[in-house]
């Protein structure tokens, strides 16, 4: 039982919370924002405790539905599934276990919210197979990324306004910077098995289209914090931000793979520090 227990830990990626975290600053993001930077603790721990369990299921149905490419690739050739370790059944059992402890954690809020988790479920379970229909999968995983913010709106104030599309769009953009620059690690391998993504779409303007996207999550960014009404420590942060940007820039200037990997490590800070600004700015009121 214990090594079962490991594998599905391994097969949710508990090992590795780079998603966790990258899923978690967005949320954040919209709470501070929706409650004026007073977010209900109830709500709070039910978004923060279904970041975890929704990027585990995630997780276990991407592997699911990669299982005939992950024996392909270096990187993803020991995963659970992939190895054998775990069969195809029990990751499905377990993606379910882990959604209905979701929607469990949900039912607690109100019904707008209860009505919108349903759609993050539709896409949650649909982008890994999204790689075989389209090269843009990496706007639908920042699709599937960013619906809880609107969820994290709907759950602190009742509603969905303006500004909530807003940081919607900018963890769009931001999703498909940093999970374009996650592609750049696997690309070769894709072209190899024919797994689609915008890394082998933006061939070798890769970088400047991540450039480009980057420029548009700040400015999306900054018009939030406008809408918004923050102030001086919200722009500090969004500097940082744009340092950190351009250090990515950087680290992805060769496209080597292991460069390109800490570049969407990065991203972990770029999330933090824009939140930090968000924290610091209605603490300063």
Request: aromatic share 12%; charged share 15%; net charge positive.
């Amino acid at each position: 039982m214990k090594d079962r227990l490991v594998q599905y830990a391994l097969l949710m990626r508990l090992h590795r919370p780079i998603g966790i975290l990258l899923l978690l600053w967005p949320t954040l993001w919209a709470l501070w924002i929706a409650s004026e930077g007073h977010p209900d603790l109830p709500v709070l721990l039910v978004f923060v405790a279904g970041v975890i369990l929704m990027r585990s299921a995630g997780c276990v149905i991407n592997d699911y539905a990669d299982r005939g490419f992950d024996p392909h690739v270096a990187r993803t050739r020991d995963r659970p599934v992939a190895a054998g370790r775990v069969q195809p059944v029990e990751a499905l059992l377990l993606f379910a276990i882990l959604c209905l402890a979701a929607f469990a954690l949900v039912l607690l809020l109100n019904r707008l919210t209860i009505y919108l988790s349903l759609v993050g479920v539709v896409l949650a379970a649909s982008y890994p197979f999204m790689k075989r229909y389209t090269s843009l999968p990496q706007i639908y995983l920042g699709a599937a990324f960013g619906w809880a913010v609107p969820m994290a709106f709907a759950a602190q104030t009742g509603g969905v306004p303006r500004m909530a599309w807003l940081l919607y769009i900018a963890t769009v953009l931001w999703a498909t910077a940093y999970d374009t620059m996650y592609g750049m690690v696997d690309r070769e391998d894709d072209v190899k098995i024919g797994v689609k993504s915008t890394a082998i779409l933006f061939g070798d303007a890769d970088r400047a289209i991540i450039a480009v996207i980057q420029l548009m999550v700040l400015g999306a960014l900054s018009l939030a914090g406008q809408v918004a009404d923050l102030g001086s420590y919200y722009s500090f942060g969004l500097l940082l931000a744009a340092a950190l940007a351009l250090y990515q820039q950087y680290l992805i200037r060769d496209r080597e793979p292991k460069a390109c990997f800490q570049a969407f490590l990065n991203n972990n800070w770029f999330g933090a520090v824009v939140f930090a600004g968000i924290v610091l700015d209605y603490l300063a009121r």
